[in-house]
C-alpha cells in the first residue's frame, strides 16, 4: 500500500510566509513550537516572494529562505517551495511595461494587485525562467523540498496585447489552415462576420460564439504553455521533484481537464462557504463534487493545497466555522482524495488585502484559541488515518463536467438566458450520488475513459464534441447506461448547431429527437408523473418526439415525455427532458443505480445530512447535520479515530465524523496504526 | 377597394438568409416546398449579405442573388430586396477605421457586432451608395421586386468622432446662429456653462439638458440624413420601388414620427413578450399600441416585416407560444393595420448570435413541427381575409407619443425620479380605449392634424412646444375634448421650464395653474373618489389651483382637485392632477367617450382580456386569455374565417380569434372569398 | 450674550442667483419685496458665475454684481459673496487642458458638470487667484458683505494627473522619508508589492490598502491646499471677513474634521430625507447627528448654508415637505447650534439640471404659495427667537465619528463585508441620546479634548490611531467611561493590525481580549440577556475573552461576554460585543447616562418621535411624529414663540414646534424680546 507522497503519510500543513516577520525573530521562534503542537509537517513557502528574492533586476537575495529552509528542516517539516510568478515586483512593471496585461480597448493596465502579467510577454517568460532556475539551482537537493509549487492560482483572466494577439492568430492558423475553414467554423455569413484576412481577427465580438470560444480555449491553453515554460527549467534541474499548481475551484477560465494532464500532483484550493443557510448539506454537496472532480483528473489521489482554518475575508459573508466544522472539513478532502490538509495560511498577515483572512495562528499571536485547537486536533486525527495516505477510489458512476462546454453555454443566447446554472446542474445530478452513498467520479468527456463506469451522466453537455458522442455511441452499445438531459447536444465543437434533431448524433442512441427546447416561466408550474407521485420541473423542457425509446413518464399538461429510456446495442440510454426538481433526481439516481448494479459503499440507511465516503477501505461517516444523527450501521466496524469496534447505531454529534473499517480486520487495523509514523 | 402592396392581398413572408444554406442545395430545394405549404407569399434578402456581396473593395459576387431571385420567383415569391448597410464587413473597418464608431471617450469602437458605423463617415456613404447603386441597377427591374428594405433597424446609438461633432456643430448653427441665442436656449449661466466658441461644446456634459437633448436630436437627424443618402440611389435607378426600413419598438433613440415621413411604405419589428405573467392583456395592450403608432405614422396600413413565429432568444425569459397565440398576435397585427404577417426568420441559423431565435424552418429541418403547422396555418388564414389587405381604420381618439419629450423626461431630475414612466403611461391612456373596443391612434404632436379627432389626449406631455399649445388651444376651442396629466406643459421646445403656472401656455384652456407636483412615497396612499367610489393614485400627485375648471374630484387627505373639466370655447380641457390606477383610467376614458360621442366598434359588452378591433369592414374579436371566453354580439354576422353566418354567443378558445362582417352583405362577402387569391 | 455674525441675530437667507434673471428685470424688482415679506436678511451671490463676471480671459464684467450688491444693500439684506471656483467657465478648460482632472485610466475628463477641476494644476491656481483677488478688492469694503463663501461643496474625487501624482509623491516623501519606511508602513511584502522608486507609486492599487488609504488622505489634504491658495488672497486684501465654505453631508472624501481648523465659520447643506417611511425619526436623528458634527467641529454656532424650501431633484423619491415639516426642520437646525436658516435657492431656475429642485419662489413666481408661506412664517419665528444667536451647547457626551477610519473600514476586506455601516452604527449610538434628550457631541478622536466629557463613545473605530489610544486611556484613568465596541482599535494609522489581542493598545483598559470577531449570518439569531431581557445582535460578535473586566451580559448560545465593563483608574471601560438592536442601545446608554452624571436636559418624560434640545438657555421641543403629541412638562416655562408661560401638559400638533425658557426669567425674557431687532 502506497503511503502517499514520499512516504510521509497525510500531510497537514499551511502556506508560510515567513518573509513577512523577519523583524520579528521571536515570532519565528514560537513558529517552530507551534508547528510542532500542531502536528504541521509541511509548508509551502515563497509563493509571493519575488520582490524580496530579487529586489531589484539581477539582485538576489536567498538568505532568508535559506533561514527558512534550515529551521524548518531541523523542526521536522517538509518544504512545498513556490515560483514566485503570480505577483511581479513593481520594479519588473516599471522596467518591462510590456510585461504588464492590456484591456481590450488598447489600455496597459497599471501594476497592481496580482495575476497581474501577460502570459505571452517574453520579457516575462525569461523573468521567471531566470528565477526559477535560481531557486532550482539553490534548493533542488534539500532535504526539506519535497514538492515545486509553480506559480499560484492560475487564472483564465485575458490579455489582448499585440503578442498575445499575434500568437492567438498562429494558434487559429494551426487549427483551421484556412481563413474559409474558419470562417464555415464561426459561421460568419451571418451579420456579415466574414474575415478576409488574419489580421481582422479581434477578440471582442461577443456576437461571433465561436471566435469568443476558441479566444476561450487560446487563453486556457496558452497559461498551460505559461506554466510549462516555467516547469523547464525546473524539471531539468531537478527532475526527482515532483511539480504542482494549486487549482482554483473551476470557475476561472481554463480547462483543468487539460491542464490537469501537465502536472505531477494535482493540487487545489478549497473554500467552501459553510453556514450561509441553516442547512450545510449543499455545500457539502458542492464540496465534495469538486474534490471528486479533482480526484477524477488524474484519477489519483490529490492534495488539498489551501483552506480556511476559520472564515475568509473576500465574501459578503463568510461564517465562523461552527465547532466539529473544522475537523469534518478536512476530514471530508481527505474522504474524497485529498493526501493532505493544507491551510492559507499558517500566520495572519499584519497588512495587505488577507490581514483579515483567518490563520492558524492570528493576530492573537497565541495556540489558545479556538482556531488552533481545533487544527491542532487535526493534526492529530490526520495520524491516527495515515495508512489512508495514497489509498485510492474506485467509482462505477461518473458525472460529466466539461469547461468548454460550460464557456460555450455562457455564451449563448437562449430563449431562457436566466438561470442557465451549468455547474449548479451537475452538482445537483452529482448530489444523488453523494446522498445515496455511492462514489461518483466528475469526468471529463475527452479525457477519460468511459469503459471504467457502468453510468455516465451528462447533464446539459451543450457543446457536444463529435468525438464525444461516438464514445457514448460506443459505451452504451457495451452494455453502459447513460443519461442525457435538456440542453445536451446542441451544438458541435465549433459552435454550430446539429441539424436535424438533438442530441446532436445521438438521436439514435436516445431512441428521441428534440423538437424544440420550451422555457418554463417563473409564475409557470409545470409537472410530471413517476414512482406513483406527481414531481415539478423548473427553467427549461424539452418537447421530445419518441424515435424508438419508451416514455418512462409525461408532463401533465401536454402530454410529451419527460424522463424516456432506449435499448441500444448492450446498454440502455436516458433522456430527463426538464430541469426535475432535487427530490425527483436523488430518486431517479437510486432506482437507476440499483437497476444497474452500482451499489452504495454501505448496506445501511443514511441518514439526510449525512455524507458516507469510501476510500481504501475506511468508510468516512460524516454528520453534516447541526444536531446529533444516529446511524445505525448493523455490522461491527473498528473505529480508526477512537481505535475501538463499534456496533449497533453511533450517535454522531453536530458536525461529528467517525471513520470505520471493517472490523474482521482487527490484527490487521491495528498493525497500521503501529505504522502510523 | 386597395389590394394592398402590388395587389398582393396581405403579405406572408420571413427573412430569408439564403446566403447561409449555399452549401446545402438539397435544404434550398427544399425551402421552396416549403414555402408553397405554408402560403407564404414574399421573402426579405440580402439583409446582412455585404460580406458576401463585395467579398473585398470592388469585388462583386452576385451570382447566388441572381440564383435566389430566380427560384423564389419561379417559386411564385415576391422579393423585399435590403441593402446591406447593417453590418460592414471587417475589410471596410480594416481598410477604413473611420468609418467605426467613436466612443465618448475619443477610443474608436473595434470592429465587432452590427450597427457599427459612423453614420456620418464620408468613406462609409460612398461605399453604401456604390453597393446600394449596383444592387439596384441589378435587381432594379426584376419582377420579384416589390420593395427595397433599407438597411436594418436604424438606431440612435451616437458617435462622438470628429466628422460627428463637426456637423453637430453646424446643426447647432442651423437651429441657434448666434451663441448668445444658443446659451440662453441652453440656459447656461446655470453652473457657469456659458459658451464663448463653438468647439467647446462637447455633447457628453449631461448636467446641460438642452445640451443633450439636442445632442439626440442631431443624432436622429443624422440616421435619416444616411437614410437618405442611402436611398438616393434607389429613388433615382428604381423609381418605382417603393422603399421601407424596419423600425424598432420606440426606444432606440430616433424620432420616428420624423423619420416616417421619408419612407414609402412604414414597417416595423414586432415581439410582444407574450406568457410573460399568466395575464397576457398588459402585453397585448402595449402590442396594440405600437402596431396603433405604426398605423398613426402616415395613416395607413403597414408591414410587420418581422415577428418571430416561437420564442427569441435575447430576452431573459421568453416563453414558447402556447397554442393559438401565434396566430392570435399575427392577426393582431393585421387588425390594427398591417398588410402582412413576416417572420424573423424564414430558416434558423446554424451559428452565430440569433442560431436559438425561433424560426419557421428549425434546425430539425422539418415542416413537422409545431411551428410550422401554425405558419401554415396563419398562411390558410390570410388568404381568407385577404379583402382586408389596403383597407384602413379611422380613429375618433388619439393618445399623443412623443420621442422628443421622453428624451426631455428621461433626462430631466425630478423630485420623483423613479418609475417616471412614460411609454407606460401613454399605454395606460391607449389601454382604456382599447379595452372599450374604440379605435385610437397613436399620434405626434407636431406632424399629426388635431381636426381629424372629438378627444386628444396628451399623457405627461413634459416637453410641450409652444406650437403644440397652439395647437391644443385651437383644438379645444373649435369644439375637441383635451385631456392632458400631471407632467404635461412644464417646459418648451428648449427644455425651458414654463413660467407663471404649468400645463405652459395653456392654464387658461384647462382653467387651473400647477403650484407644484407633489410626490407619492412608495408607502403612502393617496385617493380621490369619483364615480362614486374611491380611487387610488401613485408617484406623482399635481397640487392644482382652479382658475376657471371645474373640479370632477378631490384627493381626499388635502381637498385639492384630483380631475379638473373646463369649458373652453367649443371644447373641454380635462386634466388628470395624478398618475391613476388603471381601472379608473378605464373607467374615465369610457364616460368621455361616451359623453363626446365615440362609440366602441361594437355594441354589445366586451368580456375583460378581449380585444376588439375593426379595419375596413371587419371586426376582429381576439380572446388574450388562456381560458375559453364567451361573446354574445346579439347581432347576426358572417364569420370570415369560417364562411358562416353567426348569431347569439361565440366561444372562444384559450387565445381563439374571429373575423366577423356584418351579416346584411351575405352575398357580397362570399363574392369576397372568390376573390381572395 | 453674542449677537451671532455681524450682530444679526439669526440669519435667514438662501442662494440668489441673480445673473440668471438679468433679462427679466420686473422679477429682479419682485424679489426685493418678497425677501421683505419672508424676513430675508441675507443672500449668497456668485456661486457659480465665473463665466458671467469673466466672459474670457482677463474679460471682466462686475456691473450686475454691482447692481445686485446695490439693490441687496438698499433692501437690506446681507450679502454672502463667493468665490467662483466650484465651476470653470468652458474658455478655461479650453485654453488650458491641463485645469480638466484626468481619470485613473489617463483619459483627460472633458469639460463638463461641476466641481470639474484638477486642484493641483499651477494653472488653475493662478486663476482662481486672480478672480478671487477682483472679487476681494472689488467689494471688500462693501457695508453688505459680511461673509466669504469660497468655492462650493468640495469633495474628494480624485484627479490623476502626472502634477497630481508629483505632488502625491512628495507628500509620501513627507511622511514616509525612506521607501523603507512606506514599505513597512504599507506591508509591501504581501504579495510581492514591494517599491524602489517613489515613481513606481500608482494609487489605483486596491490591495494595498495603506497605499490606498494615504491617497484618501492626500486627496483630502489637496483639497484644503487649495481651499487655502483661495483664501490667500481673500485673507490679505479683506483681513477682517470672516471665511466659510460649505461642507456637504460627510460622505463625500474629505476629512472635514481636519478642514474645519483652516475654516473662520463652519457651514453646511442639510438635506435629510423626510417622509422616506411613516416614521419620520430616524430622518431627524440623522440630521441631529450631522448638526451636532458641525457645532463640534470648532464648538461654536454654525451656519445651515443651504437646506431645501421644499423638496429636491436629485434623489429617486423626493417628498414634498408635509405642513409644519419645513419650520421644523429649520427650528431643528437652529436648536443643535445653527445661527442661521437658509435655503438653495430663493429663485428657481428656467433651465439646468437643478431646475425642478424647490426654490422660495417657484417657476409660478408667485408669493401665494404653501412654500413661500412657510418660508415667511420661517423668517418671523427666527426672529421671535433671535436671542438664540452666538449662544451654545456643552455636552458632557460624545460620539467619535473620524473620516479617515471610515475610508479604511470601507477598504476592509472582512469575514463580513456586507452592511459594514460605519457611519449608520454611529448614528445608532448617538441616537440613543437624542432619543434621551441628552445632547451629546460627534467629535475627532485627532483634535478633540476627551477632558470636556464624562461619557465618550467610540462606535466601530476601526483604525485607532497609537496616539487616540493614549487619549483613551488617560480618558478612562482620570475618570471617564469609554465605551467602545466590536471592530475598534483592529488597526494603527497605517493599516497595519494590532498585534496580541484587540481592542489595539487598550486590551488592559477594557479588561477584555478579542479573540476573533465573529459574523452573524443573516438567518442567524443571536440573542443576549440584559436588563432582565432578552435582546438581540446583528452582523457582528466578538468573542471575547475577560483579562480583568466584568461581563455584564452573555450571548445565549456560547457563554460568551456579550457587554463587559472594567475598572481602570478612576474610571469604567465598557465594550459591546456586538451590534446590537436599536432597543437595546437606547436603554444602554440611558442606563450609562444615569450612572456617570450625564442628566437630560429635562426632567420630564420624553414621548417617541419627540427631540428635546437645549441651546443656550432655550429648550427645543420638537415633534418628528405625523400626529399630535402631548409632552407634560411638569415645570413652568415661557414659550418664546407665543410668549405667553405654559404649565402643565402641552399639545404638539403634528411636526409641531415649541421653545421654552425658565420661567423664573420672566422678565429678562421680555427684556430678551425686546432686543430682538
Known amino acids: 500500500m502506497s503511503r502517499g507522497l514520499y512516504n510521509m503519510g497525510l500531510l497537514h500543513g499551511a502556506d508560510y510566509n515567513y518573509e513577512q516577520w523577519l523583524d520579528s525573530p521571536e515570532l519565528l521562534d514560537r513558529d517552530l513550537l507551534y508547528m510542532r503542537e500542531a502536528g504541521i509537517n509541511v509548508l509551502a513557502v515563497g509563493i509571493f516572494s519575488w ?6 533586476e539581477g539582485v538576489y537575495n536567498f538568505e532568508w529562505l535559506d533561514g527558512c529552509f534550515e529551521r524548518l528542516h531541523q523542526n521536522g517539516q517538509k518544504i512545498i517551495l513556490a515560483t514566485p510568478s503570480g505577483s511581479k515586483p513593481a520594479w519588473l512593471s516599471e522596467k518591462y511595461g510590456e510585461t504588464c496585461r492590456m484591456a481590450a480597448n488598447g489600455v496597459r493596465q497599471p501594476h497592481g494587485g496580482r495575476h497581474n502579467h501577460c502570459r505571452t510577454s517574453v520579457k516575462y517568460r525569461e523573468a521567471c525562467v531566470r528565477i526559477n532556475t535560481k531557486l532550482a539551482e539553490r534548493y533542488g537537493t534539500h532535504p526539506a523540498l519535497i514538492l515545486w509549487h509553480v506559480s499560484n492560482e492560475y487564472n483564465g483572466m485575458p490579455c489582448y496585447c499585440p503578442q498575445c494577439l499575434a500568437v492567438f492568430r498562429d494558434w487559429l492558423k494551426d487549427r483551421y489552415v484556412t481563413l474559409d475553414a474558419l470562417n464555415a467554423a464561426w459561421y460568419t455569413t451571418f451579420w456579415s462576420h466574414r474575415f478576409t484576412s488574419w489580421e481582422q481577427i479581434f477578440p471582442a465580438d461577443h456576437s461571433i460564439h465561436g471566435l469568443m470560444l476558441d479566444w476561450q480555449r487560446f487563453t486556457s491553453d496558452q497559461t498551460i504553455d505559461f506554466f510549462l515554460a516555467e516547469c523547464e527549467p525546473l524539471r531539468r534541474i531537478t527532475p526527482g521533484v515532483p511539480i504542482t499548481t494549486n487549482f482554483q475551484m473551476p470557475d476561472v477560465g481554463l480547462d483543468f481537464h487539460k491542464f490537469a494532464r501537465h502536472v505531477d500532483i494535482i493540487s487545489w484550493d478549497n473554500y467552501p462557504e459553510w453556514h450561509r443557510s441553516p442547512d450545510d448539506e449543499p455545500a457539502a454537496v458542492k464540496a465534495g463534487f469538486f474534490h471528486d472532480l479533482c480526484r477524477s483528473y488524474l484519477h489519483k489521489p490529490f492534495l488539498m493545497m489551501e483552506s480556511s482554518p476559520g472564515a475568509t475575508n473576500w465574501q459578503g459573508v463568510s461564517s465562523k466555522k461552527k465547532k466539529g466544522m473544522h475537523i469534518l472539513s478536512s476530514v471530508q478532502a481527505v474522504a474524497h482524495g485529498s493526501d493532505s490538509v493544507q491551510y492559507f495560511q499558517w500566520r495572519q498577515s499584519r497588512g495587505g488585502e488577507e490581514k483579515f483572512h483567518d490563520a492558524v495562528i492570528t493576530h492573537l499571536g497565541s495556540n489558545d484559541t479556538g482556531i488552533f485547537r481545533e487544527v491542532a486536533e487535526t493534526g492529530r486525527l490526520l495520524k491516527k488515518i495515515s495508512t489512508i495516505a495514497g489509498t485510492n477510489t474506485e467509482s462505477r458512476a461518473a458525472v460529466v463536467y466539461d469547461f468548454q462546454s460550460g464557456w460555450a453555454l455562457d455564451n449563448a443566447q437562449l430563449p431562457r438566458n436566466i438561470e442557465k446554472n451549468y455547474q449548479k446542474e451537475c452538482i445537483a445530478h452529482y448530489g444523488a450520488f453523494w446522498k445515496a452513498g455511492i462514489s461518483c467520479d466528475v469526468i471529463s468527456p475527452e479525457y477519460t475513459d468511459f469503459d ?5 451522466v451528462f447533464p446539459m453537455l451543450y457543446m457536444l464534441r463529435e468525438e464525444t458522442a461516438k464514445k457514448i455511441r460506443m459505451f452504451v452499445q457495451k452494455g453502459g447506461a447513460a443519461v442525457a438531459t435538456f440542453l445536451t447536444g446542441l451544438v458541435n465543437e465549433s459552435d454550430l448547431c446539429y441539424l436535424g434533431g438533438t442530441p446532436g448524433n445521438l438521436t439514435c442512441v436516445f431512441g428521441i429527437s428534440v423538437e424544440e427546447t420550451g422555457t418554463i416561466a417563473d409564475w409557470e408550474t409545470v409537472t ?16 421530445v418526439r419518441l424515435q424508438g425509446a419508451q416514455a418512462l413518464s409525461g408532463f401533465a399538461a401536454e402530454k410529451n415525455p419527460a424522463v424516456t429510456a432506449c435499448k441500444f446495442g448492450e446498454g440502455t440510454a436516458y433522456y430527463l427532458c426538464a430541469r426535475t426538481e432535487q427530490a425527483f433526481t436523488d430518486r431517479f439516481y437510486r432506482e437507476l443505480c440499483e437497476k444497474h448494479g452500482i451499489p452504495p459503499c454501505v448496506s445501511w440507511e443514511i441518514p439526510a445530512g449525512v455524507s458516507i465516503q469510501k476510500r481504501g477501505d475506511a468508510i468516512f461517516v460524516m454528520n453534516f447535520n ?8 448493523g455490522e461491527i466496524y473498528e473505529d480508526m479515530l477512537r481505535g475501538e469496534p463499534v456496533c449497533g447505531t453511533i450517535l454522531l454529534p453536530p458536525y461529528g465524523v467517525c471513520i470505520l473499517v471493517k472490523s474482521s480486520s482487527g490484527e490487521k487495523k491495528s498493525e497500521h496504526q503501529s505504522n502510523s509514523k
Open 626 to 633: 447541526s444536531v446529533e444523527t444516529v446511524i445505525s450501521p
Open 452 to 456: 471504467r463506469y457502468k453510468l455516465i
Open 51 to 56: 520582490s524580496i528574492l530579487e529586489s531589484t
Open 528 to 543: 410530471f408523473q413517476m414512482y406513483g407521485q406527481q414531481w415539478k420541473a423548473a427553467h427549461y423542457a424539452d418537447h
